[in-house]
């Protein structure tokens, strides 16, 4: 016997009751005889409550039960939070509305409980994401400081860029990044678009730059955090993310040369995922030796150029005689540019070494 057959049963006999009550009630004040009012009452009450008890009872629960599993738990708790904060602030200003002359000293305080809520509601639901990143910091502040030795954790504004680029899951994941990294939704949307443009090279880089974000939702040594601030007013991406850093008082984080000059003009922190790259490379001092593997001819006569592992462009003196060959060089020369570390060297041979060519 299912629930609704159970309330259909209840309906029934209570509007059957409830039906003989009205025809008596009815044949009273017409004068006529209370049996065949009150049977006819009982019968059309029965049928309603038969019919009409489902849609007032067991269907809207369940419909209400389906919509409320489909609600995230922050969403709920988003709502109540702000249901409970617009009933204080309601309360706050009951007393002074209700000193209003009738009928408006009566109907304010209703009508203001009753906006008030459901402004809670909607902006904490909609500012959900912010609410919960500002909650959880200020309770993970102290434990964050101890665990890391006192150092204060700041927020890092995701440039779209450095995402797309993919070294950040890397470098985040060794723990060398201390703060919670922040991607704002016009960012987010930003690389939506880029993963549906038409042209294929993007679309590829796009879906790269989706997938290295879910990569550092997932992995539980990140903090990693979508806010759904915005600034208002301002259509570039760039702008907005200089902007929300000003705001916010937090770097950015890119490898975007024109954004990082913008972003310094403008006194905000920024962190350059090459510059980092360029720091890290192994240093070589004049006179110190290393392996090298001679890969193509360089731009002067007789020039062989290499790499190493990290990148760096070796030019070797003399090198060309060593082309895919792997020799031993000793430093000359180390110059830094914009595009990078090159070091200029020669072979090792002059001193000492010998090699078979192929």
């Not at 409320?68 to 249901?83: A, D, K, N, Y």
């Not at 310094?264 to 720091?279: K, T």
């Amino acid at each position: 016997m299912s629930v609704e057959f159970i309330v259909r049963l209840i309906g029934m006999v209570a509007l059957a009751v409830g039906g003989i009550y009205l025809g008596v009630y009815l044949s009273e004040l017409a004068g006529d005889q209370p049996i065949l009012w009150a049977s006819v009452f009982a019968l059309v009450g029965a049928l309603m409550g038969l019919i009409v008890t489902p849609f007032i009872t067991t269907r809207p629960v369940r419909a209400i039960r389906a919509q409320m599993t489909q609600i995230s738990v922050r969403t709920m708790l988003s709502g109540i939070l702000g249901l409970i904060i617009g009933l204080i602030i309601a309360a706050l200003i009951a007393s002074p509305l209700s000193l209003f002359p009738a009928p408006f000293g009566q109907l304010l305080p209703f009508v203001s409980a009753v906006v008030l809520s459901y402004l809670g509601v909607t902006i904490f639901i909609m500012r959900q994401n912010d609410v919960f990143n500002v909650l959880g910091s200020r309770l993970s502040t102290k434990s964050s400081e101890e665990e890391n030795g006192g150092r204060g954790q700041r927020d890092i504004l995701l440039d779209t860029s450095v995402i797309i680029d993919g070294r950040i899951a890397d470098i985040a994941h060794t723990g060398f990044i201390f703060g919670a990294m922040l991607v704002p939704s016009f960012v987010l949307n930003e690389l939506q678009h880029i993963a549906d443009s038409a042209d294929g090279l993007r679309r590829q880089r796009g879906r790269r730059g989706l997938d290295i974000l879910n990569r550092l939702q997932k992995d539980p040594k990140i903090t990693f955090r979508i806010t759904d601030m915005d600034v208002e007013g301002v259509r570039a991406v760039d702008d907005k993310l200089v902007i929300l850093a000003r705001q916010l008082r937090c770097p950015i984080l890119t490898n975007d040369y024109n954004l990082n000059r913008v972003a310094e003009l403008q006194g905000v922190v920024v962190l350059n995922i090459n510059e980092l790259a360029n720091a890290v490379k192994a240093v070589f001092l004049p006179g110190e030796t290393l392996d090298v593997h001679v890969i193509q001819e360089g731009k002067e006569v007789g020039q062989g150029v290499g790499y190493l592992d990290d990148g760096t462009m070796v030019v070797v003196e003399g090198g060309k005689v060593f082309i895919d060959n792997i020799i031993s060089v000793m430093v000359t020369k180390v110059l830094q540019t914009a595009a990078g570390r090159m070091i200029f060297a020669r072979p090792a041979a002059e001193q000492g070494h010998s090699y078979d060519l192929e």
